[in-house]
């Protein structure tokens, strides 16, 4: 049998299911998508986005990276900021990372392991600033999980530096940005009230001006 053939067998299950629902479901999501939410997440196969918050297709717009990370030069999940803030003006931004991340277990070591490294340099970066925090955890487990909980306030205050999100707040769009920390092993998701909603919480010097001032 085709090895792939399972999940087209799954797909149609799942449709199906939908369908059953609600017979116009994927007629009317068609026609547009109109999320609320835009989550930045893990790409670990474990921290599926929509099935942890129980959203269906259309109400979730989704871009996942290793670890969770925003980069002030990623064009990609820049880009995916950007539609999601300026067109389909959602009004959360949730950065949600989780406890036991390879990627941020990586950070952490010595070992190479190629071009990730790279991509890992600035959860290093946060490994180095909370060093003293960290070493005083009593096990690696534990320096490992808060190093996630602060690669997302990290990444959540980056997310609220771009001039994507700031020109959101200077045209009066509604628009927050969350951390979020996802436990593997208990499928629980903990707000980290890292809540950033407009730029009087954002460091003066990440402030940038209205264009045009
Ligand atoms: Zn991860």
Not at 166 to 174: C, I, L, V, Y
Request: aromatic share 8%; proline share 4%; charged share 20%.
């Amino acid at each position: 049998m085709n090895e792939l053939q399972e999940l087209f067998n799954n797909n149609v299950r799942w449709a199906e299911a939908i369908t059953d629902e609600d017979p116009q479901f994927f007629e009317k999501l068609a026609k547009q998508q109109s999320p609320e939410y835009l989550w930045i997440g893990c790409a670990d196969s474990r921290v599926p986005a929509n099935e942890i918050v129980g959203m269906m297709p259309g109400e979730l717009f989704v871009h996942r990276n290793i670890a969770n990370v925003v980069l002030h030069t990623d064009i990609n999940c820049l880009s995916v900021m950007q539609f999601a803030v300026e067109v389909l003006k959602v009004k959360h931004i949730i950065v949600t990372g989780h406890y036991g991340c390879g990627g941020v277990r990586a950070a952490m070591n010595n070992r190479q392991y190629g071009l990730i490294d790279c991509w890992l340099r600035n959860i290093r970066d946060i490994y180095y600033e909370h060093s003293d925090e960290l070493n005083k955890l009593p096990t690696e487990e534990e320096q490992v999980d808060r190093l996630c909980e602060l690669n997302v306030v990290h990444q959540v205050a980056h997310v609220s530096h771009t001039n994507i999100v700031q020109n959101a707040w200077h045209r009066g769009q509604p628009l927050s940005v969350h951390g979020f920390i996802y436990g593997i092993k208990d499928g629980r998701l903990k707000n980290l009230n890292v809540t950033i909603t407009g730029p009087e919480q954002v460091a003066p010097q990440y402030r940038v001006l209205p264009l045009g001032q």
